[in-house]
């Protein structure tokens, strides 16, 4: 018996010690989680999000790597984080039994005398028991022009040959003049309001190409595509004669903000042939204030388009839309109108005067049951029309005029897929939104399309051809 306990004994030291080994065998298996890594497009100077794989020692007992390594090493673009260890070396790594570590990647590319997009590229050897495994790295990178917390004054014009991307914010003073030319590209950081108290004119064509784009300057994957990225659009009090032209503004908080009357005749903002869209909060907020918008699509945001505390309104041919989706809850109506706010119990009212021709105004898959609401206090002017328009309600709008309205009927648009985030407002073959306007001596839509000259044209921004 006794001879029988000290070989049960040395068999299990035997074993503990055989798992406590490290295997070094060339033929020990290894296993990363991927081969490659790609960054999408980075601005210079500025780093990337984190990236990372995961290498898998599947062996039944330990393994250790003698290193892993950049290719470029110090001189690298890329940076590496080995299982907590910075790069851009690391060695003697242990690995326990069927076990695994993170191998973390970062990216910075310097600027460079091209202005165009350009590639760069390495890679990250994990060497073990005479084995090489190469995990391969690529990143595109391009110059831009960086504002970091930047006051504008006098005129100034912003040309495309670079993209523009503002850190901290940017403020337009209220003498100054900001041109912004067809093509470019402004790309905000999450802390980075664009401010107006002067002058915003954007020149943009109707060209993707030669469109001015605003959106968050998180161009990776997923972040791209998140609504709040940056700030928004705000236009305060004192600025004046403000003209957006084919621009879109993408995945802000709040995508225009507009405050105050006007200081002359003109309206605050005019907004033509623009894209608002994918903002978390309002599309077009609206308070006390003057906007015209003609040509125009609002669509996916929590609150579309939200005209506030009474002002000044004209919108003509404007498709505001949205559905529920991986992003937003759609629980709020495309349209709010109202002539007041609430301070604490105190409730103050402001004349309110808004045209609404040739619009659609149309949601799905949400929990509201009204997309346009408007809502009256006090004796204050509340003067709101709509003619010719669609709209999608169960309640009445109350204390409004509405002519040749088509209601809650589907405008029928070309392509919604939710799940591929893929929306194309344009109009079907069969849509009762075509030719169900009237003339306003618009002739074109927000493709840059003619619009018909003496018959009736379409409902919303696109005109079908």
Request: aromatic share 10%; with cysteine.
């Amino acid at each position: 018996m006794k001879y029988i306990l000290v070989a049960i004994l040395l068999t299990g030291i035997l074993i503990s010690c055989k798992k406590e080994s490290f295997i070094t065998s060339s033929t020990a298996s290894l296993n990363t989680s991927t081969d490659s890594l790609h960054f999408d497009t980075l601005f210079t100077t500025t780093g990337s999000t984190i990236r990372y794989f995961r290498i898998y020692n599947n062996n039944n007992q330990k393994l250790r790597l003698s290193k892993v390594a950049l290719k470029g090493g110090n001189a690298s673009y890329f940076k590496i984080n080995v299982d907590g260890t910075q790069g851009p070396e690391v060695n003697d790594i242990e690995m326990d039994a069927n076990d695994s570590i993170y191998v973390f990647v970062t990216v910075k590319i310097d600027p460079t005398v091209a202005n165009l997009p350009f590639v760069v590229q390495d890679s990250i050897l994990i060497d073990y028991n005479g084995n090489q495994r190469w995990i391969q790295l690529d990143a595109w990178g391009q110059n831009a022009s960086f504002m970091r917390s930047r006051l504008v004054t006098g005129n100034v014009t912003w040309t495309n040959t670079v993209p523009y991307v503002i850190l901290g914010g940017l403020l337009i003073d209220k003498n100054a003049t900001l041109t912004i030319e067809k093509g470019c590209r402004i790309y905000m950081h999450a802390d980075a309001p664009f401010v107006v108290d002067g002058t915003l004119k954007v020149t943009g064509e109707k060209y993707d190409s030669t469109r001015v784009v605003f959106r968050g300057d998180r161009i990776d994957d997923p972040y791209r595509n998140f609504p709040g990225g940056w700030p928004g659009i705000y236009f305060r009090e004192t600025s004046k004669d403000n003209t957006l032209q084919y621009a879109n503004i993408l995945n802000a908080y709040q995508g225009i903000v507009a405050e105050k009357p006007s200081v002359n005749a003109n309206p605050k903002v005019f907004l033509s042939e623009c894209v608002v869209d994918n903002c978390y909060d309002a599309g077009i907020l609206g308070a006390q204030t003057n906007i015209k918008a003609q040509n125009c699509l609002v669509s996916n945001c929590g609150k579309n388009i939200f005209l506030g505390y009474g002002g000044t309104y004209d919108f003509s041919h404007v498709t505001a839309a949205t559905w529920s989706n991986t992003y937003l809850l759609h629980k709020d109506p495309v349209l709010v109108v109202t002539n007041y706010y609430k301070d604490g119990n105190t409730v103050n009212t402001s004349n309110c005067t808004a045209n609404f021709k040739n619009c659609i105004f149309w949601g799905e898959n949400g929990t509201t049951e009204d997309e346009v609401v408007t809502d009256k206090q006090g004796t204050s002017v509340f003067n709101v029309n709509f003619q010719n328009c669609l709209w999608k309600v169960k309640n009445q709008p109350a204390t409004i005029t509405a002519t040749n309205i088509i209601a809650n009927q589907s405008p029928l648009f070309d392509s919604i897929n939710t799940q591929l985030k893929f929306y194309d407002f344009r109009l079907s073959e069969n849509s009762p939104a075509l030719n169900a306007g009237i003339n306003l001596g618009i002739t074109n839509d927000l493709d840059g399309k003619p619009r018909p000259v003496g018959s009736k044209p379409d409902l919303g921004c696109y005109e079908r051809q």
